[in-house]
């Protein structure tokens, strides 16, 4: 049996599904497991314990199938995941994201951006004019702690530019970490 095969019927039998396999120099084998996606079933992470039970049972497997590796790495996507097709987008809708695109696309947005643009960082959403997808973003420089802010401010204006898949060169979720806690 082939390596991936060999891996997938692993992962999946432990109800995890495989997002990457990856061979480095050195005999690294890296493996990437999520959970798969259920539309009811949000905010479920991968834990060090899912990543240890997987690696245990890969490493009797891979013996069996006579792989050769000298270290094996089982791991989560990470908080920076990588959008590797266009149906994960479902599945990533109303994130915060970062897009780079094969070509400069900023004339595209309605000229308030660089022509030469080619990344931008939005919430990611169903686009209802082109049956593909968008993102849309606010240029609005962040406050900082202490500053006052007058009430009388005009809101930033939000800009979207809408995406086919085929356009795309890379998307990966927005790494954005807050230290303060989980608020109600």
């Excluded at 082939?2 to 493996?31: F, K, N, P, W």
């Excluded at 400069?104 to 049956?131: C, I, M, P, Y």
């Amino acid at each position: 049996m082939a390596l991936q095969e060999t891996v997938e019927q692993i992962v999946s039998g432990l109800g995890y599904e495989t997002v990457e396999i990856e061979r480095s120099a050195g005999g690294l084998l890296r493996i990437t497991i999520d959970f798969p996606w259920k539309a009811e079933q949000k905010d479920q992470f991968i834990q060090v314990e899912d990543c240890e039970k997987v690696t245990r049972q890969l490493q009797f497997a891979l013996e069996v199938e006579g792989v050769e590796y000298k270290r094996l790495e089982v791991s989560s996507p990470g908080i920076d995941r990588l959008i590797r097709s266009e149906s994960e987008f479902d599945r990533f809708k109303g994130c915060i994201v970062d897009v780079s695109f094969k070509v400069a696309l900023g004339g595209a947005a309605a000229g308030l951006v660089s022509a030469n643009r080619k990344k931008f960082r939005g919430t990611l959403e169903k686009s209802d004019q082109t049956g593909g997808w968008q993102i849309s973003w606010a240029d609005e420089p962040k406050v900082k702690p202490g500053q006052r802010v007058s009430k009388t401010r005009a809101a930033p204006l939000v800009q979207v530019l809408n995406f086919q898949w085929d356009e795309l060169r890379e998307v990966r979720l927005a790494p954005i970490v807050d230290f303060k806690g989980r608020k109600a």
